[in-house]
DNA sequence: CGGAAAATTGATGCTTTTCAACGTATGTGG
DNA sequence: CCACATACGTTGAAAAGCATCAATTTTCCG
């Protein structure tokens, strides 16, 4: 997954639902190019891809919410990234997609089909360094989600999980106390390294802490920000 | 951290300490230039460079062993990736550094100047792919070592962790069942995400299974490979 | 040889998982 | 429109796995 860069971010303070994407895009970007790619509606958990797949496109989602996950073996799953409205998925120059893209509630997206994206890049010097640029984003992100997980607590991870989501918000000019959870406990329990139930009570802890509110399990308000990041950096010994 | 690719692996049959870099290496990949770009020698626990440090170079690891980690604002810390002879490091189009760079033995690198990579990039379309598809590379490893640690056991990790290495190995065309660890269990740990105590623990349990041996703290050798396997893969319930 | 750093081993406690029950929401067919 | 089924979420009690604290042993290097 893929954050969208400042010239995407400057027309995308519309709606959570539905970002406009009829400015004109400089035909040399990758979202110059995805904005005028045609669309594909995909089903709440339907798959947009499968690890294994030749890779056919690279992907944009414009409405609803994408998973990024691989399974080990025994089943076990580890969510790798959620992609929302904006977000790119599938870029890279693999030949076979390595992970498994599913969509968490109705979406909507765009596909480039890679063919086109390999070409510009071969010819076009800048288009490859913009990819690299965006691969190198994703590594980072990657990088960080690997540190949280792996060194925080259960409470930290829930806490820094939305406050991650609060970023994201604040660059797309979204309101970055209220969040949107379209995914399951189960998504997120794989997301954090957690089971649903543990993230379900953590939940229901940063509530008694008077942290955040929560309203039918998939909105989240965040009523002390300040609190919830120094729960998130390991405050009160945890 | 990234792996090089077959272009070099033809040539990188030597010994652990010295793979041989003189060989000719075509002008116009990464690891051609590398192979000509000046040494610098570290001292085992001295940094190649810092988080935040504004990026000046490319390092191929040449002997040695690089441990690249984060750190959290309490202290605590993460490993991401080891870089053995071979391998480059800070690859990517960023001003600053992102991660920590640590040799943990005495290391030899190699030091390209970030100047010129950059310039190739913008004038070779060729090169800016390759760097994609080396972030690329690394990206996936990023993600696998995510799966890994977050989904397995102490026990599984830790034989994970001895069968990644042994593949590395393979693909360098040294020994697959002999192993060096040149690290501390410290930096062993906090890459994978435990205590020295049940790294520790961990290592004398494989050596009770019969799977592993252990010469000196620093080698290990494989017994039983099959059997290495299954126990990483979460054979006897754990 | 001696001292310090690293590794090992043991005993105990805490966090999270596991297993289980219950509550809540959503959608379907009678 | 309601009964029911099913998926999802919450809460509780017990257990497991790993961390922590502490002591000892081994390794390394001057």
């Not at 970002?19 to 400089?26: D, G, Y």
């Not at 997609?97 to 765009?110: H, K, P, Y």
């Not at 991650?164 to 998504?187: F, G, H, K, W």
């Amino acid at each position: 997954m893929l954050m969208i860069r400042e010239e995407y971010n400057v027309q995308d303070h519309g709606s959570f639902v539905a970002p406009p994407l009829n400015l004109p895009e400089p035909h040399s970007t990758i979202t110059g190019h995805l904005a005028r790619a045609p669309l594909r509606g995909i089903e709440a958990k339907d798959h947009v891809f499968s690890e294994g797949d030749p890779k056919s496109h690279v992907y944009q989602v414009v409405t609803g919410a994408v998973c990024l996950y691989k399974v080990l073996s025994d089943g076990r799953r580890q969510v790798i990234d959620f992609a929302y409205g904006g977000d790119i998925i599938s870029l890279g120059l693999g030949r076979f997609e390595s992970c498994n893209a599913q969509a968490t509630v109705a979406t909507r997206v765009r596909c480039l089909p890679v063919s086109a994206l390999s070409g510009l890049a071969r010819r076009d010097p800048a288009f490859a360094l913009e990819m690299c640029e965006a691969m190198s984003d994703e590594l980072s992100a990657v990088r960080d989600h690997l540190v949280s997980v792996v060194q925080r607590s259960a409470t930290e991870r829930v806490a820094t999980f939305l406050l991650v989501l609060s970023r994201r918000n604040e660059r797309r000019n979204r309101d970055p106390n209220t969040i949107e959870l379209p995914m399951t406990r189960a998504d997120i329990g794989d997301f954090l390294g957690l089971t649903i139930e543990t993230v379900s009570r953590t939940f229901t802890k940063l509530k008694g802490l008077e942290l955040i509110e929560i309203n039918q399990g998939t909105t989240v308000r965040i009523i002390d920000m300040v609190g919830l990041q120094s729960t998130a950096d390991g405050a009160s010994g945890q």
